[in-house]
């Protein structure tokens, strides 16, 4: 006989104001929590994940209601409780872990008065106990130098060390349930890696209920013990994480599961001898920022000595963590921002010595597409202006524009109804193809993507992945893939090149680098990806 | 546009606001029409007071000229100088403001400061000092009010520009080779322009109670009549006809009240967190 669950939540109906895009945030939902165990609630975006969370957390907006249903917490419904009873619960016996450590710690606190405060918000122990047990806290969750630490703020910290930080204020109280909402979205493979084993080992040995939201099977397949999958605010499936992610039932389950990119890189023809389509030479890039009149200047080397030349119809791809400066060397090699040192080849043009209007002919030949599908398009334009506009800046007929234009969407999988819309009537999906399209649109030879699928949920992502790849092929492009995800990189590129600290430090064919890799900091990543140790793609 | 219009109207003050300067534009355009009368024309005795001759139903000044025909030939030069002297503030702030935020470095510099040198002069001290010098007239106090209320203008746009440059739909427009000017002028300038629209309308606000300061002072056109005139030539005689200052001064009170009004529901209706949060 099993224990009885720590939570129990029983039909939960949640509304969300009228004129939205669906009548229920989450309609319908069941499921336990129980003690020691871990349950993931995966989903993507707008599956009512997050709203879960906020109902068993009691921090609902107010726009929506929570309108049928029940969550029992040790033997009682908690959804109709009022602020008080709320605060009683929240921090003491329901914590929360959220996505951005920085935008959920105060930043003009110092870490250990931030811990103390958990248990003054409870009127617990006097402030000499809570100042020693900010430390052991610090400790238990593994910060470096407690302390050192409790007396930082949170900007001096890494984005690792917050979420640790997070997590710790979480357990002050020893908490029956814990809610991790994305806990790891934010960070790096290799810290996401730690947390991950810090949150199971911290509830094992706690005997914790978590709950744990992501949109990463990867994530899931390595701590998840139950997984409830959600889509359109209702379970579809839901079981233990080997019978869920082994023989998934529902086939939207499986379709997921399906677009998870293997991290096995497919077989790749050889390119032979071809000519180089783009080249960089020894690039550099320090950001200095002015200290002031009485502090040294702040400098960071974004790039040094970059080089890699990319060939005709070759994906290269950059990866690393953030702060390796791929983004920066995706920016130097579109011109965006200026090199220090180093020159950029297309062809027999020198592109970094270009100037005025030399530049903007030149630049047609290298277009870049966009990370956030809701920030690369002008919300005031309509499509078919955004897509035109760049033909018609280098001279091209506004009606031959028009005709191209409709191609293009066609070409990316649009109907070319869309020239009469505007951005915001469309999903992220179909916000990245009207990118696409764009880039398209001057009919370059080299398409630079930075993180260009990251912001896309699995499923998006794969078809807009195969998209970038049959556009590659059909159209003979080259291409720079500048991605965190390993996994991606192994799917999409021919060579790849790994970034550390703004130095190239492997730069090899794909196959090559995920079956041998040579430096210490390559192995480390490829040891951080999510969900080697059981088969979560079902993709090839 | 529909949508933003049933926006204004949802908030109850911001409805308000736009009767009344409504109202006051109407009674700008047509009143002189309907009241053919020079409000310069003596009609009756002096110091008549209010609501006893229903042909001066506000009493006639110390010269014995109607003060409800003041009050409408006088609306007319309040909202107009409002009006023109902010478009003239805006034609000089918003090029400015767009062209310092979005080049940044040393021209954002050099244009800052030149702005700075002028909000650091008391703004109405200036005023005054423009006006005296280029001799009172309907051009020379349009001509000084935008003078004093330009730099605001800039900073604003010069923050919004900053913000939005480094949008990634400006750095796709800079990739896909637009000049420089096309994408001030196409991507930056349509989705800064919110903001200075509700500035704009409390901006015509300020400029009304500057002239009527400067006309209360004696330093208004001479030809024509301004409910800051009124109010200062009636001040003297406070005590024995109260009506003289206080009618002008409510018309006053009531078109700048309009005004804010209308520019508080503009920033709601125009703030997309603010127009579809719950709380």
């Known amino acids: 006989m099993r224990p009885d669950p720590a939570v129990a939540i029983k039909d939960l109906r949640i509304a969300l104001p009228r004129g939205g895009e669906r009548a229920y945030a989450v309609d319908g939902v069941s499921f336990d929590l129980n003690p020691g165990e871990i349950v993931c609630v995966v989903g993507e975006s707008g599956s009512g994940k997050s709203m879960c969370a906020h109902a068993l957390m009691g921090l609902l907006p107010d726009s929506v209601t929570a309108e049928a249903g029940t969550i029992l917490f040790e033997g009682r419904n908690i959804v109709p409780l009022d602020e008080n009873g709320w605060r009683d619960l929240r921090g003491r016996r329901i914590a929360m872990v959220f996505q951005e450590p920085m935008t959920a710690l105060n930043p003009l606190m110092r870490i250990g008065d931030q811990m103390a405060e958990m248990f003054e918000a409870h009127g617990l122990l006097s402030p000499r106990q809570r100042r020693d047990k900010s430390l052991d806290l610090a400790r238990e969750v593994g910060l470096p130098d407690p302390e050192r630490i409790v007396r930082a703020y949170p900007h001096q910290l890494s984005g690792g060390q917050r979420q640790r930080a997070m997590i710790a204020m979480a357990l002050a109280l020893e908490p029956a349930v814990l809610v991790a909402d994305e806990p790891t979205t934010a960070l790096d493979v290799t810290t996401q890696a730690q947390i991950l084993k810090l949150i199971r080992d911290l509830q094992r040995s706690r005997n914790m209920a978590v709950m744990f939201i992501t949109h990463d099977f990867g994530v899931v397949a390595d701590i998840a013990d139950r997984v409830v999958v959600l889509r359109h605010g209702k379970v579809v499936e839901q079981g233990s994480a080997a019978a869920v992610l082994g023989q998934p039932q529902h086939p939207y389950t499986r379709a997921l599961l399906a677009a998870v990119p293997s991290i096995h890189p497919p077989q790749r023809l050889a390119l032979g001898d071809r000519n180089k389509a783009i080249e960089a030479i020894g690039l550099d890039k320090t950001y200095v920022t002015s200290g002031g009149w009485f502090r040294p200047d702040r400098t960071v080397q974004a790039a040094s000595q970059v080089s890699f030349s990319i060939l005709q119809g070759e994906t290269l791809g950059l990866v690393g963590e953030s702060g390796s400066g791929k983004s920066s060397v995706a920016r130097l090699v579109v011109r965006l921002i200026k090199a220090d040192r180093g020159t950029v080849r297309i062809g027999d043009i020198d592109l970094t010595c270009l100037e005025g209007n030399a530049l903007r002919d030149q630049r047609r030949r290298i277009q870049m597409i966009f990370q956030d599908p809701f920030a690369s398009l002008n919300p005031r334009r309509k499509v078919g202006q955004i897509i035109s506009d760049g033909p018609i800046a280098h001279g091209s007929d506004p009606k031959m524009a028009q005709t191209r234009c409709r191609e293009l969407l066609a070409l990316v999988g649009l109907d070319p109804g869309a020239m009469e819309r505007y951005p915001h009537e469309f999903s992220g999906g179909q916000r990245q193809r009207i990118g696409i399209a764009r880039a398209l649109a001057l009919e370059p030879e080299i398409l630079v993507a930075d993180e260009a699928v990251s912001a896309l949920d699995v499923s998006v992502q794969a078809q807009v992945l195969n998209l970038l790849e049959d556009l590659k092929t059909r159209l003979g492009l080259s291409m720079l893939f500048i991605t965190h995800d390993l996994r991606v990189a192994a799917q999409i590129c021919d060579r790849i090149a790994v970034m550390q600290r703004g130095v190239i430090v492997e730069l090899k064919q794909t196959a090559a680098l995920f079956a041998a890799p040579e430096h210490s900091y390559t192995r480390e990543l490829l040891a951080a990806v999510p969900g080697q140790k059981k088969q979560v793609s079902l993709s090839k | ?279």
């Open chain 2, 1 to 279: 546009m529909m949508r933003f219009l049933r926006q204004l109207m949802r908030n109850p003050s911001g409805l308000i606001g736009l009767i009344i300067v409504v109202t006051a534009i109407a009674i700008a355009l047509f009143g002189p029409l309907i009241f053919p009368t020079s409000p310069w024309r003596m009609v009756q005795r002096p110091f008549l007071p209010p609501f006893a001759l229903s042909a001066v139903p506000l009493g006639t000044d110390a010269l014995g000229r109607d003060v409800f025909a003041g009050i409408i030939y006088g609306a007319r030069v309040s909202l107009l100088v409002g009006l023109v002297s902010t478009l003239a503030a805006l034609a000089v702030g918003i090029p400015l403001g767009a062209v310092a935020g979005y080049f940044g470095g040393r021209i954002d510099d050099a244009l800052m400061r030149f702005t700075e040198f002028f909000q650091t002069i008391p703004s109405f001290a200036l005023a005054i000092v423009l006006v005296a010098i280029l001799q009172p007239s309907i051009y020379s106090i349009v001509a000084s009010i935008a003078i004093v209320s330009w730099p605001p203008v800039a900073r604003l746009v010069r923050g919004e520009v900053l913000s939005l440059r480094s949008r990634e739909y400006v750095q796709a427009a800079i990739v896909t080779g637009q000049t420089h000017r096309w994408i001030i002028w196409h991507e930056v300038l349509p989705n800064a322009l919110s903001p200075v629209i509700v500035l704009a309308s409390l901006m015509i606000a300020t400029a009304i109670l500057l002239e009527s300061s400067l006309s209360f002072l004696g330093l208004g056109d001479p030809n024509l009549i301004s409910w800051g005139y009124m109010v200062g030539a009636g001040r003297t005689v406070i005590r024995q006809a109260w009506w003289i200052t206080v009618f002008p001064g409510l018309a006053i009170l009531l078109s700048v009240l309009g005004l804010n009004l209308v520019g508080e529901g503009l920033n709601d209706a125009l703030n997309p967190r603010l127009a579809r949060d719950g709380r």
